[in-house]
């Protein structure tokens, strides 16, 4: 596609539930990224892709949180045991490279609202 | 945990004026970058400058960034209303760290 699109745009859950989110990358990027962010704040990195594996999953803020990429193309982030504080912009970003000079291209995100 | 911290956090001017957003980071960069988010949603991809540059235009946009002292900054020239945005640096490693922001207000 012409961008990065993420699915759903909202989705509201109650506290406990399972959530997946989808980010469908720019064809032939092979890098992938997924950042949250939370009202007032800049975006906060969890995780990002090369190809099928996770390079760096660092930022996932405990175990609840997983993704995965199992052809290199489509991502889905899922979040066990939602929370209140999970609540925030999911944003998904994709580059042909790692450290693509020319930047990274973000999709709308996806705005999580756990009552 | 967010590496860098925008100043100021919020900026109001009239069209026409030009704008100044500074930004700080701590570690060493490969290049830092600027984007702007509309609405708390997508952020767009402004402008890149390498660790090895001082200084980068792109239309209205001036950006310069200082290594020995870990800061960038960006300047938008005669700004429109169409600005009003938030503006995040992000100093790039191996992914993007993004500051806090500063959100412009540009009143016709």
């Known amino acids: 596609g012409a961008g990065v699109s993420q699915t759903p745009s909202n989705k509201v859950t109650e506290k406990g539930k399972y959530v997946e989110l989808r980010c469908d990358p720019i064809?032939?990027?092979?890098?992938l990224y997924w950042y949250r962010q939370s009202l007032g704040q800049g975006p906060e990195f969890l995780i990002y892709?090369?190809?099928?594996?996770?390079?760096?999953d660092s930022g996932l803020p405990n175990d609840r949180f997983f993704a995965v990429r199992p052809e290199g193309s489509v991502s889905t982030l899922k979040i066990q045991r939602t929370e209140r504080g999970d609540s925030a912009v999911y944003l998904c970003?994709?580059?042909?490279?790692?450290?693509?000079?020319?930047?990274?291209?973000f999709g709308s995100g996806t705005r999580l609202t756990v009552v | 945990s967010q590496q860098g911290e925008e100043d100021p956090q919020a900026l109001s001017i009239q069209e026409g004026e030009n704008a100044t957003m500074n930004c700080s980071y701590k570690?060493?960069?490969?290049?830092l970058q600027w984007y702007r988010q509309n609405s708390g949603r997508g952020l767009v991809h402004l402008i890149l400058?390498?660790?090895?540059?001082r200084e980068k235009h792109s239309g209205r946009l001036r950006v310069t960034l200082d290594t020995s002292k870990k800061s960038s900054s960006l300047l938008i020239t005669a700004s429109r209303a169409a600005d009003t945005a938030s503006y995040f640096c992000?100093?790039?490693?191996?992914?993007?760290?993004f500051g806090k922001g500063t959100m412009l207000l540009v009143s016709p």
């Open positions: 970003a994709s580059s042909l490279t790692l450290g693509d000079p020319y930047g990274y291209t």
């Open positions: 064809s032939g990027h092979t890098a």
């Open positions: 892709f090369q190809g099928t594996g996770a390079a760096d």
């Open positions: 570690t060493s960069i490969n290049n």
């Open positions: 400058i390498r660790s090895n540059e």
């Open positions: 992000a100093s790039v490693y191996s992914t993007l760290t």
